[in-house]
């Protein structure tokens, strides 16, 4: 009897192999056959399930893209305070990029300079940016922050998310992103809050 292959998870695995890889050797440097050793698969059985190695990629940062988006939907929810919720969306993204192999932003980074359109990154940026700014926007409908900009508010705290990343990359175990985060969440918190709750 033909053996029934889970076609979706053999792709997650693929997917899974191709993430360890491309964090050792970055994605240029990558070869199919590095990633199919990797998933313990035969070379060909990769394009059963991707075109090329973009594809592999862009699928990871699609796949990456949709547990975020999940995560900060579930955290929103259990807390109704503002305030309280960009604390805790701040925090869970510093916390969870250490666990998902931030070599990569590198890469991802480096792609977009070169070519911002290829992985439709710009899209994702906005999305997120969106999020961050109708939290703010609630907040200041509740009288939490003063008025502002969202739109660039939002934009600034992805800035210094992305930059958490990439200076705990760079200096390791040296740079003390925890209570640099936490010190910021401060600083940003008194510079958002409105008057009457200083």
């Known amino acids: ?19 360890r890889v491309f964090a050792e050797k970055g994605v240029d440097a990558t070869k199919i056959h590095e990633i199919a050793e990797a998933a313990g698969i035969a070379k060909g059985t990769i394009y059963l399930y991707f075109n090329n190695k973009e594809e592999i990629f862009q699928s ?10 999940s995560n ?10 503002p305030e309280e919720q960009l ?9 969870d990029a250490k666990h998902s192999h931030p070599e990569i932003i590198l890469d991802v980074w480096s792609t977009m300079i070169r070519n ?4 439709g990154l710009g899209k994702e940026l906005h999305h997120f940016q969106e999020i961050i700014s109708q939290l703010l926007n609630d907040g200041i409908q ?8 969202t739109m660039a508010v939002a934009m600034g705290i992805l800035s210094m998310l992305h930059g958490f990343n990439l ?9 003390p992103v925890a209570t640099v985060s936490e010190t910021m969440i401060d600083v940003l918190l008194s510079g958002l809050k409105a008057s009457s709750t200083s």
Do not use: C, W
């Not at 990871?60 to 893209?65: A, E, G, P, V």
């Not at 509740?142 to 900009?149: C, H, K, L, S």
């Not at 200076?167 to 740079?175: I, N, R």
């Open 1 to 19: 009897m033909p053996k029934i292959v889970d076609k979706e998870a053999k792709k997650q695995e693929i997917l899974q192999a191709a993430l």
């Open 87 to 95: 604390k805790q969306l701040i925090l869970r993204s510093v916390e």
């Open 116 to 119: 911002p359109q290829q992985l």
């Open 167 to 175: 200076l705990e990359m760079a200096a390791q175990d040296q740079f």
């Open 72 to 81: 900060i939907t579930s955290l929103l929810s259990e807390s109704n305070d």
């Open 60 to 69: 990871i940062l699609k796949l990456h893209s949709s547990m975020m988006e």
């Open 142 to 149: 509740q009288g939490v922050f003063r008025e502002m900009d």
